[in-house]
């Protein structure tokens, strides 16, 4: 099953766990005024950055060139591929701590996003039964 997310007319997010050739794809596009964005989970280093006035670029994931906020989010050097699990190591690492800091910011999935996730499994399964699109509340 394929669905969008939130599509309008500056982005759309496209979720596919089943589609043939694809290896649970995560696909986000924003698009703006000036420029457009394009992160592909299949290919998470690369950044597509389509511009209206100079050139396009690619620009692969260094931590060197990262702003400071995001730069936590790299461990390895540019180059060498962020692996799968890294993603729970992130989560663990965030989560701990705020445990030991309970003025850090929340910067992993709560409750709530557990909830909404739920929602849109909701929808997935309503949308196959329905062979049709469905709205997420």
Do not use: C
């Not at 766990?17 to 992160?39: D, P």
């Not at 670029?57 to 400071?68: A, G, I, M, Y």
């Not at 996730?117 to 196959?128: F, G, K, R």
């Amino acid at each position: 099953m394929i669905f969008r997310l939130g599509e309008t007319a500056r982005g759309a997010m496209t979720v596919s766990q089943v589609s043939a050739g694809r290896k649970n794809r995560l696909f986000v596009e924003i698009y703006g005024t000036k420029a457009s964005l394009v992160w592909n989970g299949e290919q998470p280093d690369e950044l597509w950055i389509g511009q209206r006035n100079v050139p396009n670029q690619s620009v692969v994931k260094d931590p060197v060139l990262l702003h400071e906020k995001a730069r936590s989010y790299a461990d390895l050097p540019g180059g060498h591929s962020e692996g799968y699990d890294d993603t729970f190591k992130q989560v663990f690492r965030r989560f701990y701590r705020s445990v030991a800091d309970r003025h850090a910011p929340i910067e992993y999935p709560t409750f709530e996003d557990g909830l909404r996730q739920l929602a849109i499994l909701d929808a997935v399964l309503e949308s196959s039964r329905a062979r049709a699109w469905v709205d997420v509340a």
